[in-house]
């Protein structure tokens, strides 16, 4: 038969609506969102058929399966909690930094009850949003004082936006970079009303450039870390450091979009990241993120000189840009545990990135005895690198301990059905293995992954 024949005996809506599990779906997604899905599902058959993919209107069966896989797809794509076993600690896609537990229970407090948000208790009358979170800050990391926005692109914004409009702002051309999601550094510039004024080449820009380029409509230096990527070889960028001294000559603000936000020196880890506090005592304004090395939640903080930060105060654009109570008290109870002491145990971007390979192996011991003893599955133990990920610390392999999977199953099908769990699991697949990545598998998290492999069938 011709496929326009064959369209005429495709199932009409109200036949889809009675099949066997029509009520199952509609008790569970309610009526509109489940007709929403029936009409893809026959548009979709409707084009494989014109195209000849399907020689013939299939059967219910088929209607039925291909509701169910919609079905599975919408309740996958709904944002939930996922085990990240990639080994990507800071994985933008997976949501960055896990929360410390005393940020999550802070993160419900203030939802469950009403809060001290914008009302200061001992005065007995509005208050500042930012008050306790900027002396917190400031107490951290010896600056004068701090700000706090939805996140580091917004904290970039704010202040060039604030300190350069129609002023020229220097920046070297091995630093306009893409930060990712289409942030682009000399895109930014210009959008929030500054003239971009670039300096020094790719690989090499020298402080005389900066010096060359100043003149009466200087608003002042950009730095930006770049964090996502690395330039080796013949390189020069000047730190900070290098810059204070011109800055200060010429009066000229020097601000230093840090991105990746360490409170902590790791050096003795091998990870070689500036912190803010060095960065801080070179610079007017730092900004970073707060779910990055940071450890806490979304949040882009600024800080540095008084002055400046009270004139970022001012800018309407920081209404628009301001954080909520939830994110304020998750960032106030990881900062808490910095100033408490022992960032490296409590937080746990921190924990992953410490963590030693013996302590992983010793993991990655345990989950392959647990998965052999309680499911279907063989395992495997072996030692690989992984990355911190979100665009810190781009050039660092970090050593991992990952446990295979091994099942009569292709690595294709495998990872699909860990993707669709109860409790969507995303792993890391390398050569046709489907492994688990002990940096950022959680041991909390061993129970949810051996409840997923034993519904898996093979
Ligand atoms: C990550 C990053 C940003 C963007 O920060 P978000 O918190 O993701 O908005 C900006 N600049 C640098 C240098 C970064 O590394």
Redesign the pocket.
């Known amino acids: 038969m011709e496929p326009k024949q064959q369209l005429k005996n495709l199932p009409a809506m109200n036949d889809l609506l009675h099949l066997d599990k029509a009520a199952v779906w509609e008790q569970a997604l309610g009526s509109t969102a489940l007709k929403r899905i029936i009409n893809h599902v026959l548009a979709a058959t409707r084009q494989k058929i014109i195209r000849g993919q399907l020689q013939q209107v299939p059967d219910l069966a088929y209607f039925t399966a291909q509701i169910d896989q919609q079905i599975a797809d919408n309740r996958v794509r709904a944002l939930q909690p996922v085990i990240n076993a990639t080994g990507v600690i800071l994985h933008?896609n997976l949501g960055r930094a896990k929360l410390a537990p005393e940020a999550q229970q802070a993160l419900l407090a203030v939802n469950q009850h009403a809060t001290n948000l914008e009302y200061d208790i001992p005065q007995e009358q509005r208050g500042d949003r930012y008050r306790a979170i900027s002396q917190v800050i400031s107490d951290l990391t010896g600056a004068e004082d701090a700000l706090v926005v939805n996140?580091?692109?917004?904290?970039?914004m704010l202040v060039l936006s604030t300190l350069f409009q129609n002023k020229e702002v220097i920046i070297s051309r091995g630093q306009m970079?893409e930060?990712?999601?289409s942030?682009r550094i000399p895109e930014i510039i210009t959008a929030t009303g500054g003239i971009l004024k670039e300096v020094g080449t790719t690989n090499k820009t020298h402080v005389k450039d900066y010096q060359q380029a100043i003149n009466e409509n200087t608003g002042g230096i950009l730095l930006?870390?770049?964090?996502?990527y690395k330039l080796i070889g013949f390189t020069e960028t000047p730190a900070a450091k290098n810059l204070a001294q011109l800055a200060k000559q010429y009066q000229l603000p020097l601000v230093n979009?840090?991105?990746?936000g360490l409170l902590v020196d790791l050096s003795a880890y091998g990870l070689a990241e500036p912190t803010v506090m060095q960065e801080l005592k070179a610079s007017d304004l730092v900004?970073f993120?707060?779910?990055?090395l940071l450890g806490g939640p979304?949040?882009?903080i600024i800080a540095g000189k008084r002055k400046l930060i009270q004139q970022l105060k001012r800018n309407q654009l920081l209404r628009a840009l301001r954080v909520d109570k939830a994110m304020l008290a998750a960032l106030t109870a990881t900062l808490k545990l910095y100033q408490q002491g022992n960032p490296l145990e409590k937080i746990p971007v921190l924990r992953a990135l410490t963590a030693s390979q013996a302590d992983l192996s010793q993991k990655a011991q345990q989950l392959k005895a647990q998965i052999e003893a309680k499911t279907a599955f063989a395992a495997t133990v072996q030692s690989g690198t992984t990355a911190v990920g979100?665009?810190?610390l781009p050039d660092v392999a970090l050593p991992t301990m990952l446990v295979g999977l091994q099942a009569p199953l292709s690595t294709a099908a495998l990872t699909r059905a860990l993707n669709y769990a109860p409790f969507p699991l995303i792993p890391r697949v390398n050569h046709d293995q489907v492994l688990l990545d002990m940096r950022t598998v959680a041991t909390a998290e061993f129970d949810s992954v051996i409840d997923n492999l034993q519904q898996i069938k093979f």
Do not use: E
Not at 224 to 228: A, I, L, Q, R
Not at 257 to 260: A, E, I, N, R, V
Not at 289 to 292: A, H, Q, R, V
């Open positions: 933008t996140n580091n692109a917004a904290a970039v970079v930060i990712g999601g942030f930006v870390h770049t964090s996502n979009d840090l991105g990746s900004m993120s707060g779910d990055k979304q949040a882009g979100g665009g810190s």
